[in-house]
């Protein structure tokens, strides 16, 4: 079931990406009012389903959808290395822009062992 846009392809992925900043910036706006309420909707994984529902309906294809779902769940790990520095490095006073940039680079690490791990293993993502 792929969707053809024809002419109207760019209408088409103006509404992919309205869609998907309306929620980011609605994550944001909420998290001002009430952190809670904003982390429990951020630790929703809007961005993958979003990109499950996107790839579904650009492609009709359910394997690519599937191989991305396994990756997606192979890469969590260390993608929860961000939030594991960043509040430490907070505390320790560093200024934000030094803590998000170090915590970045060592999610990125992070990554780069865990698909070294995986490759070890055998697991192709």
Wanted: with cysteine.
């Amino acid at each position: 079931m792929r969707l053809s846009c024809g002419g109207y392809e760019l209408i088409y992925y103006a509404i992919k990406i309205a869609i998907t900043t309306i929620l980011i910036v609605a994550i944001s706006e909420i998290s001002k009012r009430n952190s809670l309420v904003g982390a429990v909707l951020a630790s929703i994984p809007l961005v993958s389903v979003l990109a499950m529902f996107w790839l579904y309906i650009d492609t009709g294809d359910s394997t690519k959808v599937s191989n991305l779902s396994s990756s997606i769940f192979w890469l969590v790990l260390p993608s929860l290395t961000l939030f594991l520095t960043l509040p430490i490095l907070l505390k320790l006073e560093l200024h934000f822009y030094w803590a998000i940039a170090i915590s970045i680079g060592l999610t990125f690490l992070s990554y780069l062992l865990m698909l070294a791990v995986l490759n070890y293993f055998g697991v192709k993502l």
